[in-house]
T-cell receptor, first 110, second 113 residues
């Protein structure tokens, strides 16, 4: 059973600090990795995609991928209350299926 | 540009009834996937269609079926509804069959009573 694991949280971070969200996956053949943000009652919104080892930065967001450790993370700098949401990690496995984590609830405290 | 559109946004059905949910992908996208999401869980994969052919099926009973039309829009049908089918149903469109970014519609909230 291929899995994507995330800490369910909630993760509480002060406004202006860095929020660090983590995700591990079981299928070593996975090639594509995505982070989605989901507000309560809404659909997931793609915020980052990463395909190769290393860091990828987009504004306040940085995705980090380490295929050897089967680990992908999302850093949010200068966290804002509007960043409070559930963050979902999704991985395309070796069968080209998109496997989802259960999400981490992030709370940014003003 | 229009994003992924789903209809209806909300639906209330009685146990045993049938429901049809609709999805129009982003223009130019040929892949449509359907997901079920219950509160506190990540999306659960139901079906993927690419170029009007089924490319993947999740672990859902045969009461769930889907199809994709020549214009790449898609329908998800659920027969003999159970209370446990109550969930947010999400449609996602992608440019290619696999490995590329998926963009979601606003979802259909189905309540079975």
């Amino acid at each position: 059973q291929k899995e994507v694991e995330q800490n369910s949280g909630p993760l509480s971070v002060p406004e202006g600090a860095i929020a660090s969200l983590n995700c591990t996956y079981s299928d070593r053949g996975s090639q594509s990795f995505f982070w989605y943000r989901q507000y309560s009652g809404k659909s997931p919104e793609l915020i980052m995609s990463i395909y190769s080892n290393g860091d990828k930065e987009d504004g306040r967001f940085t995705a980090q991928l380490n295929k050897a450790s089967q680990y992908v993370s999302l850093l949010i700098r200068d966290s804002q209350p509007s960043d409070s949401a559930t963050y979902l990690c999704a991985v395309v496995d070796s069968n080209y299926q998109l496997i989802w984590g259960a999400g981490t609830k992030l709370i940014i405290k003003p | 540009d229009a994003g992924v559109t789903q209809s209806p946004t909300h639906l209330i059905k009685t146990r045993g009834q049938q429901v049809t949910l609709r999805c129009s992908p982003i223009s130019g996208h040929k892949s449509v996937s359907w997901y079920q999401q219950v509160l506190g869980q990540g999306p659960q994969f139901i079906f993927q269609y690419y170029e009007k052919e089924e490319r993947g099926r999740g672990n859902f009973p045969d009461r769930f079926s889907a199809r994709q039309f020549p214009n790449y829009s898609s329908e998800l049908n659920v027969n003999a509804l159970l209370l446990g089918d109550s969930a947010l149903y999400l449609c996602a469109s992608s440019l290619a069959e696999a490995g590329t970014e998926a963009f979601f519609g606003q979802g259909t909230r189905l309540t079975v009573v």
